[in-house]
């Protein structure tokens, strides 16, 4: 099968992450995850950025319900220093929040406090 275009990467990794989306919704978060990592792979091998904000914030989110706090926290930052590259600032109020309860739940009171 021949490479995607920029488009049909973006698409492809949009409709990737929705379906992660729906099984995030029915509690199933290994499929959500396997679908996220789909989707950031496809923006990677694409070189596409479109919406890979949206798909490290999911990681994140999975990884911190499953109590992976650094890893959560890593990709958390990840997400920030991205929304920051792109200029996407309206990612980043519920961003700060999430950074916020990681390093409050890491026992980093005051990186939490200067996060919330």
Avoid at 19 to 39: K, M, S, T, W
Avoid at 50 to 63: D, K, W
Avoid at 87 to 112: D, E, H, R, T, W
């Amino acid at each position: 099968m021949p490479p995607l275009s920029a488009s049909q990467a973006w698409t492809a990794a949009q409709v990737v992450n929705t379906l992660g989306n729906i099984h995030y919704a029915q509690g199933a978060l290994e499929e959500a995850e396997a679908q996220y990592r789909q989707a950031l792979a496809i923006q990677q091998q694409a070189d596409i950025w479109g919406n890979r904000v949206q798909v490290l914030n999911n990681l994140a989110t999975i990884a911190a319900l499953r109590g992976q706090l650094e890893r959560a926290l890593g990709l958390f930052l990840q997400v920030l220093a991205t929304s920051r590259q792109f200029n996407q600032q309206y990612f980043q109020i519920p961003l700060f929040l999430n950074l916020g309860l990681c390093y409050c739940a890491l026992g980093q009171y005051v990186l939490s406090e200067a996060h919330l």
